[in-house]
């Protein structure tokens, strides 16, 4: 049987009609396909948009979970033992900081755990000091000039700048300056903990005691963070009956609770429903209280409080309320505790007080001696 085949006149019919369907395509108007292409380019921005909007609102949420489930999270802010600046220098070599009558050294708070220790003398004794040992440096405790403890605030080093400025204030002023990085700062071993660094201070205290004798003055001075841990040891100290000479507090806060809740990183969370609950409360459970409020209830010294009224870290005013409870301190009864404001104009904000020209003779009046002159 033999195949039907289509009419050659078809097959021509179908050619001419897709060409002419191909040809009316082709003759479509540009403006109209423009004005088609632009709402939908303009959606794939829109959209693109929203996108980036969504993803940043996932992440806002889900912080304060993930530092409800992780609280040592919150533990590694408060610390930032991690952030080391400046980062190229070499804290075996305070010299190229300047501090080049400076002697790096290492102790061991716990068997095993080494600490990092500068010890600046005073500037009176910088042309002695050019290319001496670790035994000259211990010999000058025995001078007639008092020593201070400083203890640092957190993140970066004992070779941060501001406080490099501070040892070269002090020492000029005729201050030995010891300062030490706690267990997981600089090149300290160990891990950060408030246990932990209130341990090393008063490892750091002890073993200068042994080394100055019981009548050289010893103050103590903490800045930031490290005003927690001042506060911390010298409780310590007054609890087992031997109170520091006097204790310096530069730009303290009442407790950490407090502090976290007026802190720059706190802030596009400060009024979310249950601030305390997703993040206070991770204090309590890393056992992070740095509570100078409770302290100063139990501390018997002289205590100094240095604050800018224009801190933006520490706010001012938390400074303000610690001097008011110190001042109301039954065990601060009879010793001098004084607050000393820097406006604003003056532009020290949390970490430059070191730059006023009012500190020698503040520190002066507030010790009740004349800074030492060279013996």
Not at 24 to 34: A, C, L, N, T, Y
Not at 136 to 156: K, M, Q, R
């Amino acid at each position: 049987m033999r195949k039907r085949s289509s009419p050659p006149c078809a097959e021509q019919g179908s050619d001419e009609a897709l060409k002419r369907r191909s040809a009316d395509s082709s003759r479509q108007d540009p403006q109209e396909e423009g004005s088609m292409g632009k709402p939908f380019r303009r959606l794939g921005l829109v959209g693109k948009i929203k996108r980036i909007f969504l993803v940043l609102m996932i992440i806002y949420v889900s912080i304060p979970f993930i530092v409800k489930i992780f609280p040592s999270i919150q533990a590694k802010l408060v610390f930032l033992n991690f952030v080391r600046v400046p980062f190229f220098i070499d804290l075996k070599r305070p010299q190229d900081l300047g501090l080049n009558h400076t002697h790096n050294f290492y102790l061991e708070p716990e068997s095993g755990l080494k600490a990092g220790v500068w010890h600046t003398v005073p500037a009176q004794m910088w042309r002695e000091a050019q290319g001496k040992d670790g035994n000259w440096y211990l010999s000058t405790f025995s001078s007639s000039h008092p020593v201070i403890l400083y203890l640092h605030g957190n993140a970066g080093t004992r070779g941060g700048d501001h406080r490099v400025q501070l040892y070269k204030v002090l020492s000029s002023l005729g201050y030995h300056v010891v300062t030490f990085d706690y267990r997981g700062w600089g090149d300290s071993e160990g891990s950060p903990s408030e246990g932990g660094m209130t341990s090393d201070a008063l490892f750091v205290y002890d073993w200068l005691k042994q080394q100055i004798g019981k009548t050289k003055p010893l103050y103590i001075w903490g800045h930031s963070l490290g005003t927690g841990v001042a506060t911390n040891l010298v409780r310590r100290l007054c609890d087992r009956g031997n109170p520091p000479d006097a204790l310096i507090l530069e730009s303290p806060f009442t407790n950490i609770r407090e502090e976290a809740k007026c802190h720059p990183f706190s802030m596009v969370y400060r009024y979310l429903p249950g601030f305390d609950w997703f993040f206070l409360d991770a204090f309590t459970a890393n056992n992070i209280r740095f509570a100078s409020d409770e302290n100063v209830n139990h501390i018997s010294c002289p205590m100094l409080i240095l604050h800018a009224e224009d801190d933006t870290v520490v706010p001012f005013y938390l400074g303000k309320k610690l001097y008011s409870m110190a001042s109301r301190s039954q065990s601060l009864t009879g010793h001098k505790v004084q607050f000393v404001p820097f406006p604003a104009s003056l532009g020290y904000k949390h970490k430059f007080i070191y730059r006023s020209p009012e500190l020698p003779s503040i520190l002066s009046d507030f010790l009740g001696m004349a800074h030492p002159l060279a013996p």
